[in-house]
């Protein structure tokens, strides 16, 4: 990895207070804290970036995945491939994934990373949402053929569920879970938007799979064979019913109520990493629009901000077994998408 700033001691009591007095959204003041900190944090994580293009989580662990939601978070900010302040790492990151690509689809190292199929899942996202900005004609198939490549693989790695799992099915004894189901689902749904042929009964299936995994309260159980209802896994599974196209239905208000009585107190973790869950739960808030996306910004917003390291120069988080690189581009994700840079993200 490249050589990481120091990070500054997490901000004192008193400023946050300061923030916490008004709505971020409304007041000069703190939205001016909000666009610091988020050129602050989008800085950390350019100049985090190895010079091979990629980002890693604590120990190394799980490069393919951190370099494309790294990669996503800079595009947030509007950067491209072609332009903008962060427009080579953006290309560097590209390069990168690009080169993980396998002769059979997957993105990634399935010997060195032992949950393959989340880092195969964000990359289709990433990569579809850069192809559109692609102003080479070459580099556009190479990113095309990859792409397709990857949706290939992706369907064949479903099981006979409809999920997915840590890894392929043939590899993982058709074992499917609820969180990279959603992953690839995204990611799909981010191929099929930029134009890369989707198969729909990849697609069905999975929305038939969430269905199946819904117990009658409305939360999405960890598994098809059980495990329980998980807060996160349902929020998340609300926003990929929205990617997929499920809007109106009786089912989905009913995943929604759940969410929204697990997550009445932004403090609450509940079941699952807190991150994870908001980098969902945010998007589906987002969708909603209105005064409910507005009351859940505002509580949001002043949580990530209270939270961040920063010097007056670069901001990160540094929370979860996972890493900084994580926590920071989840964030930063979270706070751009009144940007509506990309379409997955847009309503």
């Not at 400023?15 to 709505?23: G, K, W």
């Not at 690009?98 to 964000?122: A, E, F, K, M, Q």
């Not at 929305?207 to 807060?231: A, H, M, N």
């Amino acid at each position: 990895m490249g050589c990481q700033p120091a990070r500054a001691a997490a901000l004192t009591i008193a400023l946050a207070a300061s923030m916490l007095v008004t709505s971020p959204a409304r007041a000069g003041k703190v939205d001016m804290r909000i666009q610091k900190v988020i050129s602050h944090g989008l800085d950390w994580l350019a100049n985090s970036q190895s010079r091979l293009g990629h980002w890693s989580a604590n120990e190394s662990r799980y490069p393919t995945s951190m370099t494309a939601l790294a990669g996503t978070a800079l595009l947030c900010e509007g950067s491209t491939p072609t332009q903008g302040r962060y427009s080579k790492n953006i290309r560097l990151a590209v390069d990168y994934l690009l080169s993980r690509s396998r002769p059979n689809g997957l993105i990634g190292d399935p010997v060195r990373d032992d949950r393959y199929t989340y880092g195969h899942g964000y990359s289709m996202l990433f990569l579809s949402q850069v192809l559109g900005e692609e102003e080479d004609e070459s580099r556009r198939k190479e990113i095309v053929d990859v792409l397709a490549r990857a949706v290939i693989f992706t369907g064949q790695a479903q099981t006979q569920a409809g999920g997915w799992g840590y890894v392929s099915a043939k590899d993982g004894s058709d074992f499917d879970e609820g969180s990279t189901t959603i992953t690839q689902v995204q990611g799909l749904r981010g191929c099929r938007n930029a134009g890369i042929p989707v198969p729909k009964e990849i697609i069905d299936k999975a929305v038939s799979y969430i269905r199946k995994c819904t117990l009658p309260d409305g939360g999405v159980q960890y598994s098809s064979k059980g495990g329980g209802g998980r807060p996160a896994i349902s929020a998340a599974a609300v926003s990929c019913l929205f990617n997929a196209g499920e809007y109106d239905s009786d089912y989905v208000p009913k995943l929604l109520a759940y969410c929204k009585t697990n997550f009445s107190d932004i403090n609450n973790q509940g079941f699952g990493h807190w991150h994870y869950a908001h980098y969902y739960y945010a998007q589906v808030m987002y969708r909603e629009g209105g005064k409910s996306w507005e009351e859940y910004r505002d509580k949001c917003f002043n949580k990530i901000l209270a939270e961040a390291a920063d010097d007056g120069r670069y901001a990160s988080w540094n929370q979860g077994y996972i890493g900084t690189v994580y926590t920071t581009a989840i964030n930063l994700t979270i706070l751009q998408l009144e940007n509506a840079a990309l379409p997955i993200y847009q309503r």
